[in-house]
């Protein structure tokens, strides 16, 4: 084969291709010209224009959820990277696989103040999986194929490539190599479990009275959904998900109890307070769900399956610990269940139990029907209206906040990978630009991104980016006139002092605005009209629609646990509660 | 006290994505000390946490989880030998140092005396070393260095060094 000469900039294109990227998000700037100048000249790899950097990282971030695949940004140095490091950080919390590319300032510049130089490798440290600053331009293939294989192995994560100016000089050539193999030292990997482990874990699970499945965002990383089902049902126990989890067991099916933890069902916490036996499976029992640590699942012995090592025993300390990839671990753990002709009838009763603590205070499905005071239009109602005119099927992407749980508790979602938000850092503006990501990942699905009028003012620019490409995201907008979730905290814990939560008079009128970038808006203030509104939304195929809903500013998030309780102690309405 | 050795990359970055660790997850370093070993590519740490009840286990996996970390190892669990070396000037001669010394059984040796100050060096175990300090401190006592505390363990065992790992794609 002939030589393939490039320059640093072609080359790094060039590996991006080779890894099989073809489309990327970014926003040039100077020290990325070279770059920027090598993606014109090339089509395998399509670059996305967003309108700031954050969108670029969180349009990655969605398409990476959505395909499971890395997603891939590309940012300027100073400004721009800086703007990037909030997506970086939502990533990392929820162990996403993203690879970002930054232009630095020169080599012969760094350190010294030089313009847009800043220390990207620095401040990006704490939220990275791994970072490299590239030194020589002959190592960018291979440095890119480190790169994505440390995002996308293990547990995934964020990696951050700070290229140098001048290491991208399209004047200086060289041969073009991309790697076959690749070296890397004490990189370890965890696939299956042992099998005394598998075999401890397997005596707890048949002869425990009261078992539960919890699992989470990690069983959705490793593709672990149909494993999960089949062990479901091996086991016929209760079974809930995480906030990250959703969709990885299906929400319609039977055996499913809902979300648990901070805003999770009556029933899912019930049956965690109560159970004998917890198995986590990609789950990393963090604060939203534990409540408190020191009075948690006190009845219970754990099964902790994760591939990170370190989120073993990191909060609560467990009875066994399967290392592993959850898929491979649930795998052998069914082969075992089934073995042994496991008669899983045992688990009626407590499956029974779990039941009716739904019919005492599980969460009402069917509000749609019901008539509110002045026609008035409950959250809850919205949720409820999408989910029946999208029938379940929609990718859901959602900002931060009490729309957040309500779409969590209200959308069925009965596939992993549909439902699209940031868990861990909780991240306001991720909405809009990770349905971007959804939308260039599958042109042909739905896409919705359920936001409040807080969120969506975080990354509103990208209905610009929006109306450059033709994306026809569904924005339902759950419009409260104030910043939800805090004045539910203000409400319940600080006496309805409301600071700095609202803005009712300087809010925009979203439906020109939506219109100023070429979108359709649309507005519902009755309950009467929102399911024909609703409809036409959904049914405006070809067209970006901004549904903005007025929506009861009242209502706040119900079931919710009591600050340093324990799972069972919950509010589960502004008059009614668990505890004492 | 617990004492780490950890091998890790001889990369730009590394030490401070160990040192940031620390920091972020919380813990306390009491001491450092970092240097390349006889392989260029690779540096050996040893540092020192003292922090009671500090969960060591946390530590150790999440500084093994680190790409550039290649080895980690908690010193004070295993057969291990440790080590810390402390450079100490105070306002004394040679002879009344000397003299001070005549009950300790450290190692040690004056490296200079000028206008009544004697400098001297003196070897030996971190908790020994701390308990001659806290001593010192009645004297007229000018400055410290000291190494920090290094480590190895005894017999046929050391931080692999050679594990690569290849990966190879189809």
């Known amino acids: 084969m002939a030589k393939v000469m490039t320059s640093g900039g072609e080359a790094l294109i060039r590996a991006l291709a080779d890894e099989n990227v073809d489309i990327i998000f970014g926003y040039p700037g100077g020290a990325a010209l070279h770059i920027y100048d090598a993606i014109y000249q090339q089509d395998r790899v399509q670059h996305i224009l967003v309108r700031h950097e954050q969108a670029a990282t969180h349009a990655a971030d969605g398409f990476a959820r959505a395909t499971g695949k890395p997603g891939v940004c590309l940012v300027t140095s100073g400004p721009g990277a800086t703007n990037a490091i909030t997506g970086i950080a939502t990533a990392y919390m929820d162990s996403i696989p993203l690879v970002v590319i930054s232009g630095q300032v020169p080599n012969h510049l760094i350190g010294t103040d030089a313009f847009q130089e800043t220390d990207m490798m620095g401040i990006s440290r704490p939220i990275v999986k791994h970072s490299f600053l590239v030194q020589k331009p002959e190592e960018i293939p291979v440095i890119v194929k480190k790169a994505f294989h440390i995002a996308t192995s293990g547990r995934p994560g964020p990696v951050v490539i700070d290229v140098p100016k001048n290491l991208t000089d399209p004047n200086e050539k060289f041969e073009y190599k991309f790697p076959s193999d690749l070296y890397l030292r004490s990189f370890a990997l965890y696939n299956e479990a042992k099998n005394s482990e598998v075999k401890k874990a397997v005596k707890l699970l048949t002869e425990a009275e009261r078992p539960v499945i919890y699992a989470g965002g990690g069983a959705i990383n490793s593709n672990a959904a149909e494993e999960i089902y089949e062990f479901g049902k091996l086991m016929g126990c209760p079974v809930t998900n995480t906030l990250m989890g959703l969709g990885v067991y299906p929400a319609s099916d039977e055996q499913f109890v809902g979300m648990l933890g901070m805003h999770g069902t009556y029933e899912a916490n019930m049956v965690m307070h109560e159970a004998d036996l917890i198995m986590a499976i990609g789950a990393r029992f963090d604060d939203r769900i534990t409540n408190n640590p020191n009075k948690f699942g006190l009845q219970a012995k754990k099964i902790h399956i994760d591939s990170d090592p370190s989120s073993i025993d990191k909060i609560i300390d467990v009875d066994v610990a399967m290392t592993g990839n959850a898929k491979k671990v649930i795998s052998q753990i069914n082969k075992e269940l089934k073995a042994m002709n496991f008669d899983n009838k045992k688990f009626d009763g407590w499956m029974k139990k779990a039941m009716q603590w739904r019919a005492e205070h599980g969460l009402n499905h069917n509000m749609l029907n019901q008539k509110n005071a002045g026609d008035i239009i409950l959250p809850q109602q919205v949720i409820q209206s999408a989910y029946k005119v999208t029938d379940g099927k929609a990718f859901v992407t959602s900002d931060v906040g009490q729309h957040q749980m309500f779409a969590a508790q209200y959308y069925h979602f009965n596939e992993p990978r549909k439902w699209i938000n940031s868990g861990g850092l909780g991240t306001m503006g991720f909405g809009l630009p990770a349905a971007m990501g959804v939308k260039f990942a599958f042109p042909d699905e739905t896409v919705a991104c359920i936001t409040g009028e807080g969120s969506i003012q975080m990354c509103i620019q990208e209905l610009s980016t929006c109306g450059q490409y033709g994306l026809p995201i569904k924005i339902i907008n759950l419009n409260n006139r104030a910043l939800g979730m805090v004045k539910q905290w203000q409400d319940m814990q600080y006496g309805g002092r409301y600071s700095s939560i609202s803005y009712e008079d300087s809010l925009p009128d979203f439906i020109k605005l939506a219109e100023s970038y070429g979108h359709i808006g649309m507005k519902v203030e009755k309950l009467s009209e929102l399911e024909v509104a609703m409809e036409e939304c959904f049914a405006l195929k070809d067209k970006l629609v901004f549904l903005d809903v007025y929506v009861d500013p009242d209502e706040h998030v119900y079931p919710m646990l009591k600050a340093g309780g324990d799972m069972s102690e919950m509010f589960l309405s502004k008059t009614e509660k668990t505890f004492k | ?170």
Do not use: C, W
Not at chain 2, 88 to 105: P, R, S, W
């Open chain 2, 1 to 170: 006290m617990n004492h780490i050795a950890l091998l890790m990359e001889n990369q730009p970055g590394a030490l401070s994505r160990v040192i940031g660790l620390f920091s972020q997850r919380g813990y306390n370093i009491d001491s450092l000390s970092v240097a390349p070993t006889q392989d260029e590519t690779l540096s050996r740490l040893t540092m020192t946490i003292g922090e009671e009840g500090a969960d060591i286990n946390q530590i150790l996996k999440q500084l093994y989880k680190l790409v550039d970390v290649v080895m980690v190892q908690n010193l004070s669990e295993a057969d291990a030998l440790t080590l810390e070396l402390a450079i100490i000037k105070l306002n004394k001669t040679k002879a009344e140092v000397e003299g001070f010394f005549k009950n300790y059984k450290f190692e040690r040796e004056i490296l200079d005396e000028k206008d009544q100050y004697t400098v001297f060096k003196v070897l030996g175990d971190t908790q020994e070393i701390e308990k001659l300090l806290s001593e010192l401190k009645k004297e007229e006592f000018l400055e410290v260095t000291r190494s920090g505390t290094l480590g190895m363990t005894k017999g046929n065992e050391s931080l692999a060094t050679n594990d690569q790992t290849k990966i190879s794609y189809d």
